[in-house]
C-alpha cells in the first residue's frame, strides 16, 4: 500500500508469545504475530478459537498470563498508556449519546482527550463519509452510519492501529460493502494498521492483505493474500480453446506441464504449471494454430482454505 512494498513498512504492532489461562484451561497459547503500517490484517477462527480474547488482551481489557504485546515498541504490560495511545478501536458495538448530534458527540471525546483539533474532526469525518450527517441527532443514524461514527471516533487521536471487532456485523450488503471500502480507504490515506475480526470470509478475502488463522488458541497459519504467486510455484490454469483435444496433445509434449482434465463440451484444458512458464504455453498453443478464447487462473477461496486449515471447523 501507498506504493511501499510490505517489507518496508514499520511494525507498529508485535504480538510475542501471549498466553491467556483460566485455572487449567488455556483461551490463548504462545500466540505470536505482527502488523505492519498501512495493512489490512484479518483475524479468523473458529468458534471458541480466542479472537475475542486476543483482542481484549491487545488493548487492556484483560490481563495476559504469559507474553507480551508491544505498540510502536511500547509494552502494554509495563507501558500501558503509552502503548495504548497509540491504539484506536471498537471492541462489540460503538455507543454515543442518542440524543446529541454526531459532531457534538466527538466534541464530547475531543473535551476528554488532549490534542485533537477542530480541522482533524473534520478530516476524520470526511474520512469516513459523515459530512452530511454530523448535524443529525445519532438515534436518526441508521446501523453502519453509527458504525463509522464509531471509526471516526477511534481515529480522532490519530492512532497508528486501529481494531475492530467484527465492524460489519448487522449490516445490510451495501453496508457492508460501504464498510470494507472505506476501511481500506483508512489504511492507503492514512498509513493506520487494521486488526479486523470478522466471520464474514468473503468479506475479509476482499479487504485484506493478510489473514491470521487461529484455533483453540494456536497459531493455525498466516497468509498473505495480496502478494503475487510466486514464479517458481504451480499454479492450476483453465485455457478455454477452439479445440481442447488438440489442445490437450500439445500441452502433453510439453515439459513442466501436467494437464489436470480435458473438458470437450466446453473446450477446455485444465494444467497445473510454473506461473513463468504460461507464457510459454501460450505461445504454444499460438503457434500450432490453435485459439485461445479464455485463460483462468483456478484458486481455492480463502473459506476452502480456511475449512482446510482448521480441519472443517465451522469460524465465528
Request: net charge negative; with cysteine.
Amino acid at each position: 500500500m501507498n506504493g511501499l512494498k510490505q517489507e518496508n513498512h514499520e511494525v507498529v504492532l508485535s504480538v510475542n508469545k501471549v498466553t491467556k489461562k483460566i485455572g487449567k484451561h488455556v483461551i490463548v497459547d504462545q500466540l505470536s504475530f505482527d502488523m505492519r503500517q498501512g495493512e489490512v490484517v484479518g483475524l479468523l477462527g473458529p468458534n471458541g478459537a480466542g479472537k475475542t480474547t486476543t483482542i481484549r488482551m491487545i488493548v487492556g481489557l484483560i490481563g495476559m498470563t504469559e507474553g507480551d504485546v508491544l505498540v510502536k515498541g511500547q509494552s502494554i504490560r509495563s507501558n500501558f498508556a503509552e502503548a495504548i495511545s497509540h491504539i484506536g478501536g471498537i471492541i462489540e458495538n460503538p455507543e454515543f449519546y442518542p440524543y446529541m448530534t454526531g459532531y457534538d458527540n466527538l466534541k464530547q471525546y475531543q473535551r476528554m482527550t488532549k490534542g485533537i483539533t477542530e480541522e482533524r474532526i473534520k478530516a476524520v469525518t470526511k474520512l469516513v463519509g459523515l459530512e452530511e450527517a454530523m448535524n443529525k441527532k445519532v438515534k436518526a443514524y441508521s446501523l453502519g452510519m453509527r458504525q463509522r461514527l464509531g471509526i471516526a471516533q477511534a481515529l480522532l487521536h490519530e492512532p497508528s492501529i486501529l481494531i475492530l471487532d467484527e465492524p460489519t456485523n448487522g449490516l445490510d450488503p451495501a453496508g457492508i460493502r460501504e464498510m470494507r471500502d472505506y476501511l481500506k480507504q483508512i489504511a492507503s490515506q492514512e498509513g493506520i494498521a487494521i486488526l479486523v475480526s470478522s466471520h464474514l470470509l468473503s468479506e475479509m478475502e476482499q479487504m485484506c492483505s493478510r489473514v491470521v488463522v487461529i484455533q483453540e488458541g494456536k497459531l493455525v497459519t498466516m497468509r498473505s493474500l495480496s502478494m503475487p504467486v510466486d514464479a517458481a510455484e504451480k499454479v492450476n490454469v483453465t485455457f478455454r480453446v477452439d479445440d481442447a483435444l488438440r489442445a490437450k496433445e500439445r500441452l502433453e509434449r510439453m515439459e513442466e506441464i501436467q494437464v489436470l482434465d480435458c473438458v470437450l463440451e466446453l473446450n477446455e484444458v485444465r494444467v497445473a504449471v510454473r506461473d513463468s512458464y504460461i507464457p510459454r504455453v501460450v505461445n504454444a498453443l499460438g503457434t500450432e494454430g490453435i485459439a485461445i478464447y479464455r485463460i483462468q487462473e483456478n484458486r481455492e477461496s480463502l473459506e476452502d482454505e480456511f475449512l482446510k486449515w482448521t480441519e472443517g471447523n465451522r469460524i465465528a
